[in-house]
T-cell receptor, first 110, second 118 residues
């Protein structure tokens, strides 16, 4: 079945540093989504990407939909303590089925 | 908009008992998804519905799991009988699909139901 490989699995960084994480797949997706999950809550959408090559920003977050449609990355610039959480990529096929990566746990040291 | 509403938020039960998790999707959303989250396996899609009809239930672990959507505003996920390995957080999510329009099928998640089976 479809699988997403997300890396790194975890990151421990200093406040102010930039962060980069990515997802790759053996399958092509029509949509890539990036979610953030905080303890005790459900994932919350950060950025949605709909076209190959698309580069989208949301504040300090930037994400890109890979040209091959099999990968995506998320960058966070100038990290702050509230960026702590688990970040998930998700790929969606044209049937609507959404598959999640394993998540990247981010910890930020003030 | 109250968002996706799930109940109960927490449930502790004994092995062999029946468990029913409930979900109220966002009004106007015609897709509903059930996910299970564990440390070992991450977020797994169990089943999803479109217009109350199950589309893909290939992620349902086994016959002990069943899901229904009797109407557009309510869905249940039932486990009978429950086992300790079913302990997880179960999420419901909904989305509105607009064919050919950007923004289609972006999922909104509920807060989850944390199930512990002793």
């Amino acid at each position: 079945g479809q699988q997403l490989n997300q890396s790194p699995q975890s990151m421990f960084i200093q406040e102010g540093e930039d962060v980069s994480m990515n997802c790759t797949s053996s399958s092509i997706f029509n949509t890539w989504l990036w979610y953030k999950q905080e303890p005790g809550e459900g994932p919350v959408l950060l950025i949605a990407l709909y076209k190959a090559g698309e580069l989208t920003s949301n504040g300090r977050l930037t994400a890109q939909f890979g040209i091959t449609r099999k990968d995506s990355f998320l960058n966070i610039s100038a990290s702050i303590p509230s960026d702590v959480g688990i970040y998930f990529c998700a790929g969606q096929s044209n049937t609507g089925k959404l598959i999640f990566g394993q998540g990247t746990t981010l910890q930020v040291k003030p | 908009d109250a968002g996706v509403i799930q109940s109960p938020r927490h449930e502790v039960t004994e092995m062999g008992q029946e468990v029913t998790l409930r979900c109220k999707p966002i009004s106007g959303h015609d897709y509903l998804f059930w996910y299970r989250q564990t440390m070992m396996r991450g977020l797994e899609l169990l089943i999803y519905f479109n217009n109350n009809v199950p589309i893909d239930d290939s992620g349902m672990p086994e016959d002990r799991f069943s899901a229904k959507m009797p109407n557009a505003s309510f869905s249940t996920l039932k486990i009978q009988p429950s086992e300790p390995r079913d302990s997880a957080v179960y999420f419901c999510a909904s989305s509105r699909r607009l064919a050919g329009v950007s923004g289609a099928n972006v999922l909104t998640f509920g807060a989850g139901s944390r199930l512990t089976v002793l």
